[in-house]
């Protein structure tokens, strides 16, 4: 099957002045976090104008149920991933249509039809799939330049996955064309490896760091689009799932715990690529090894049923070797996998 969910993308330095001619003469209220939404209303002031509510920090149940309660024709998201995923998930229950304003560019649940969501103590829990209108997603460059550069850097990350994961699910084509198309887009995301993408560059707003912007918030999105539960993910989302039941890597960005995790997939298919991704996450600077993520040796067998659970709830194309697993996690305890 293939889903899209966002009706319009607009990546400009002027986008957001466009805002009062879509939202027309609707009634219109406002889900925002805290950091990023100061950032948008210097840029944007008139954004005041509409009735609010902040974000309470996780996409959780009780979340959306708290936030259902707004009465307007429209929802504007303002904020990162877990508030777009709350956002699309409250917007769905309600049968309005979104706007979303990313103010990071750290994922693509802002071109999803699905929401990630968490329990109460931070852990995974299940991602939902549904259908939602996005009517556009307003990327405006006077936003994300002002972005902070971590946060680009774990979005540039998860977008390299949807290569990674994609090629580990359905190979290099398929005769469906949904999961063809979602293919050739990841291997689009897996380039983003061989540009310019520094903090230097983010902060001068390059022509690599634009073009790498669409692919962390749109195309990679799009990838899972077309290609459904051939291409959305796979080991590397597993051991990030597994990672996220443990407090010590709360701190850590959602793509840094998945880059951890294409470590440990493409180390299980003897993949050639693995000793130059672990190369570049290393001078990417994220995590590659367990005790960089406060996972200790004792942690170890509890991380492996984790990731054996995860898994087992995936469309993989053969179950994993358990004992193998465990070498790789060992493997990675101290340092970088040889």
Not at 36 to 42: E, M, N
Not at 69 to 86: C, S
Not at 194 to 204: G, N, P, R, V, Y
Not at 317 to 331: R, T, V
């Amino acid at each position: 099957m293939i889903r899209q969910a966002v009706l319009e993308y607009d990546h400009a330095d002027d986008a957001l002045d466009r805002l009062d001619d879509l939202i027309d003469d609707r009634r219109a209220h406002v889900l925002h976090g805290h950091n990023g939404y100061g950032v948008v209303c210097a840029v944007y002031p008139d954004i005041v104008d509409y009735p609010a509510t902040a974000f309470g920090g996780e996409c959780t149940d009780a979340e959306v149920e708290r936030l259902k309660a707004f009465d307007a024709d429209v929802l504007i998201a303002i904020g990162g991933g877990k508030l777009v995923d709350t956002a699309k998930l409250v917007a769905y229950q309600r049968s309005v249509p979104l706007i979303v304003i990313p103010t990071l560019a750290s994922n693509c649940a802002a071109f999803t039809p699905l929401s990630v969501v968490y329990q109460e103590d931070g852990s995974y829990d299940r991602y939902d799939m549904f259908r939602v209108v996005i009517e556009r997603v307003i990327v405006d460059s006077r936003v994300m330049r002002r972005s902070p550069y971590e946060y680009f850097r774990a979005g540039v990350i998860d977008t390299v996955a949807k290569f990674y994961e994609a090629r580990y699910l359905s190979g290099d084509s398929s005769i469906d064309a949904g999961v063809n198309t979602g293919l050739a887009l990841a291997e689009q995301c897996g380039r983003l490896v061989e540009l310019d993408l520094s903090e230097h560059a983010f902060k001068s707003y390059s022509d690599d760091v634009r073009f790498a912007i669409d692919h962390v918030l749109a195309i990679g999105g799009a990838v899972g689009g077309f290609g459904d539960a051939g291409t959305r993910v796979a080991v590397g989302h597993a051991v990030h799932n597994a990672l996220s039941r443990f407090d010590s890597t709360h701190t850590f960005l959602h793509g840094d715990k998945v880059g951890f995790g294409l470590i440990v997939q493409e180390r299980l298919r003897h993949s050639a690529d693995a000793p130059y991704l672990e190369a570049w996450l290393k001078r990417f600077g994220a995590p590659t090894t367990l005790e960089t993520l406060g996972i200790g040796p004792d942690d170890i067998p509890i991380l492996v049923d984790s990731v054996m659970v995860e898994t087992e709830l995936q469309q993989l194309p053969a179950p994993l070797n358990k004992d193998f697993l465990k070498i790789i996690f060992e493997s990675l305890q101290l340092c970088v996998y040889n």
